[in-house]
């Protein structure tokens, strides 16, 4: 009965090695740059399951380009997805800036059941804050001028030059800043106002869910 019961175990582990794959973490990204290698820098730490679609546009488009992702691969609109399916997820992200079409590529998402990261005015403030706290309400060129204050590296190589993994390793700080960072947005009553950022409940998730 012993040596029976040991081959039902082992067969059932293999079986949830084959069915219990990592959950998938697709990004839908606005640049070319600075998001997505900062998470493909994310991904190699964390050993999550990434996949990242750069330079996809503005915010609506953006938004548009997910839900066409997340359709095709059956994260939504297919009944009857297999239960590890279930926690995959599809995430936008973009900044505020000077989108027009910013709300509306925020509303498909919701719409859809997309995760967005929103960054405002720009992905940089999520950036600054692996360093520091920051509440300055900059514009886009003035948030890019102070990061590069502090990482010189990143201007001349137009982010490609900053050593991101280095910069991950002060994750939890920036965490706990942007989520500090938000919560004194809506104090002001000003949600989502600049500076904020979302990014750090995607940087979360993919760490809950990396194994």
């Known amino acids: 009965m012993a040596k029976a019961s040991r081959r039902r175990f082992s067969n059932s582990k293999r079986r949830r090695a084959v069915y219990d794959p990592k959950p998938l973490f697709l990004l839908v990204c606005e640049d070319t740059n600075s998001a997505p290698l900062y998470f493909a820098a994310i991904k190699r730490v964390s050993n999550a399951n990434i996949e990242i679609i750069p330079g996809a546009g503005t915010p609506e488009v953006i938004a548009a380009t997910a839900v066409e992702e997340a359709t095709k691969r059956g994260f939504i609109g297919k009944k009857g997805l297999d239960w590890y399916a279930k926690s995959d997820q599809v995430w936008a992200v973009f900044d505020r800036d000077e989108h027009h079409h910013f709300d509306r590529?925020?509303?498909?998402?919701?719409?859809?059941?997309?995760?967005?990261?929103?960054?405002?005015?720009?992905?940089?403030?999520?950036?600054?804050?692996?360093h520091e706290d920051f509440h300055r309400p900059d514009g886009r060129h003035q948030a890019l001028d102070h990061l590069c204050s502090l990482c010189p590296e990143y201007k001349e190589g137009k982010g490609r030059s900053l050593d991101y993994v280095k910069l991950i390793k002060e994750l939890s700080k920036a965490e706990a800043r942007a989520e500090a960072q938000l919560n004194s947005r809506s104090k002001e009553g000003k949600p989502f106002g600049p500076p904020s950022t979302t990014v750090f409940e995607l940087t979360r998730a993919v760490w809950k869910k990396r194994s």
């Open 105 to 130: 590529g925020v509303k498909i998402c919701a719409e859809n059941g997309i995760f967005v990261a929103r960054s405002n005015p720009c992905f940089e403030i999520w950036l600054i804050l692996h």
